[in-house]
């Protein structure tokens, strides 16, 4: 895997880019997406990816999945995060239950971006179910 | 700090946006940046802002960074990371040593995302220096 970065902008902007040349622009989170809120984003696409895997898997009927991230960091340098909670919002025909075991199932077996992080941050989770 | 997702195309894409409304789309790759390869970038951007603040700090005159990094994963779930390696392009009248002071600093101590990564994950550099 591999991905360049320039910078553009007098050196606050970051294009960023795939083999593919499919990009995503960094930069300081009031102008551009920020890289700890990239972090974050990366982390909820890859379980999301998961779950809609897993529930299919499953036999529910996914229709949607929305998930909110919220994240905690050190006050002084490193700046990194201390706590990440996940909450999802899935649409669909799913049992309560099988949400649970899909969630627990990514972040904890699956998920590439989580097993990539730090031990030390404590992952969380919730979720609503919205049957329609 | 928060984060939202929602899809897009048959649950294919995924639409990220911060608390300013600003947002990148993360899909599988082919289309689309994929999460780990989002994660990648956010290393990359979080790194060359730190690059950029030292070396300004140090007097050094940097004109322009770029970088290339290179991952690679493990073979069998979880395909979390086991080696990243940054490769920087620093533009301007920067000295060798200066250069190597700013990688250190940046990866070991200021980065958040690099710092919010794994243990196991070996991080690796290199740099070239353009002078002009």
Redesign the interface.
């Known amino acids: ?7 553009a902008q007098n ?1 606050e902007r ?1 294009i ?1 880019t ?3 040349n ?25 379980s ?2 998961d779950m ?1 895997m897993i529930l299919k898997k499953m036999r529910q009927e ?1 229709k ?10 050190k006050d002084n ?5 201390t706590k990440i909670k996940l909450c999802y919002t899935i649409i669909g025909k799913v049992k309560s239950k099988k949400a649970q075991e899909a969630i627990d199932l990514s972040l904890e ?11 030390s ?1 404590k992952i969380g989770s919730s979720f609503t179910i919205i049957k329609n």
Request: aromatic letters at 4%.
């Open positions: 895997m591999k991905i360049t970065l320039h910078t050196l970051f960023c795939n083999a593919n499919n990009g995503i622009i960094l930069g300081n989170g009031k102008e551009g997406v920020s890289p700890m809120e990239g972090l974050l984003m990366s982390l909820a696409g890859c999301t990816i809609i996914v949607d999945i929305k998930v909110e991230v919220k994240a905690k960091r340098d490193p700046r990194s995060f077996k699956y998920c590439s971006v989580a097993l990539s992080l730090d031990k941050i």
